[in-house]
């Protein structure tokens, strides 16, 4: 058996960020597309704190996450990156989706400058602490590596 190295751990990392990209292309694609009704998907992450919402009536994120599967015109790569996405446990699935989409970026502009996403307001809009958002983050991707490149299982490790 051969051992893991850091290279392939890191390639494996930038084949999980493109899958996670290519799933948020897909859900910020037209309102229409999604299955959206004028609500914003990112609104709908935090609005739903974590928590993966009952299937009875209306339920915000898996109504959209199950409408992406009805999308026919993408291409394969991106079916499979919602497929491998669709994996992973909802919280997982969340926050490797809030960190692509809108970690450190701009949320507003104020007077005394720019008011961006941090992890501590990402968290508090989750309802959960920074450490167990970071974690979510850590283990999702984690999981992705692992779905993506299996040979690299004992070398992916906290970190990485």
Not at 8 to 15: F, G, H, K, L, P
Not at 81 to 101: C, E, N, P, S, Y
Request: glycine share 10%; charged share 30%.
């Amino acid at each position: 058996m051969s051992k893991t190295t850091k290279s392939q751990v890191r390639d494996a990392r930038i084949r999980a960020e493109l899958s996670v990209d290519r799933v948020v292309t897909m859900i910020l694609s037209s309102d229409r597309d999604a299955g959206w009704g004028g609500n914003h998907p990112l609104g709908r992450f935090f609005d739903l704190k974590g928590h993966q919402p009952a299937r009875s009536g209306y339920s915000g994120i898996s109504r959209v996450w199950e409408q992406t599967a009805t999308l026919n015109d993408w291409p394969d790569r991106y079916q499979v990156a919602r497929d491998l996405l669709g994996k992973l446990t909802m919280d997982h699935r969340q926050a490797v989706l809030i960190d692509r989409l809108c970690r450190g970026k701009t949320l507003s502009t104020k007077q005394d400058g720019p008011v961006r996403y941090s992890d501590d307001l990402i968290a508090s809009r989750l309802g959960v602490t920074q450490e167990a958002f970071r974690q979510r983050i850590s283990r999702g991707y984690r999981r992705l590596i692992l779905l993506l490149a299996p040979e690299l299982k004992g070398g992916v490790t906290r970190g990485d």
